[in-house]
């Protein structure tokens, strides 16, 4: 878990998403050490061993967070990608295999929460099949906006 909490922490640096001096920082790099929800990583060969390339994060009902309004929701958190590999397929990869997570433990729609400048993270969860959700966006701090988006697994 440590290695995925500077994942994330690096990640959100390198896309300018995570201030220096932001208090979510603490929280960021501790989700899932809990032990409340599923923390994937992908992984790739790097010489003689596998590197963690990327991690994302499955939270279901009641444990998620305000988005999810029911038990046959769960929510995507923490998408994140070691710079050095973004554009190579692993936040993709990463998506499609919390999707299949989710659908394996019986969710029935699945949300996230993004940051309105996190473009490219949109345009993957769109590619997947997410679509906007705007009655549900939301503010966890003053002068922050998260867009939420959702995809029905039927």
């Known amino acids: 878990m440590p ?12 896309g300018g998403f995570l201030d220096a001096d932001s208090g979510y920082a603490p929280h960021l790099r501790a ?6 929800g599923h923390v994937l990583v992908g992984v790739r060969p790097d010489g003689e061993i596998e590197r ?4 994302v994060m499955l939270q279901a009902w009641p444990d998620a967070g305000p988005v ?9 958190r923490a998408l994140s990608v070691r710079p050095d590999a973004q554009g190579s397929g692993a936040g993709w990869q990463l998506v499609l295999a919390v999707i299949e997570r989710a ?8 949300v996230l929460c993004t940051e309105p400048e996190m473009r490219t993270a949109h345009r993957l969860y769109e590619r997947a099949g997410f679509g906007r959700l705007p009655e549900r966006d939301w503010s966890p701090a003053p002068g922050v906006t998260l867009l939420v988006y959702g995809l029905k697994l039927g």
């Open 68 to 76: 999810v309004t029911g038990p046959d929701e769960a929510e995507i």
């Open 31 to 36: 989700l899932g050490s809990d032990g409340l």
């Open 103 to 110: 659908r394996h433990a019986g969710v029935r729609h699945l």
């Open 3 to 14: 290695e995925v909490g500077e994942i994330r922490i690096t990640a959100y640096n390198a």
């Open 52 to 55: 963690i390339v990327g991690t």
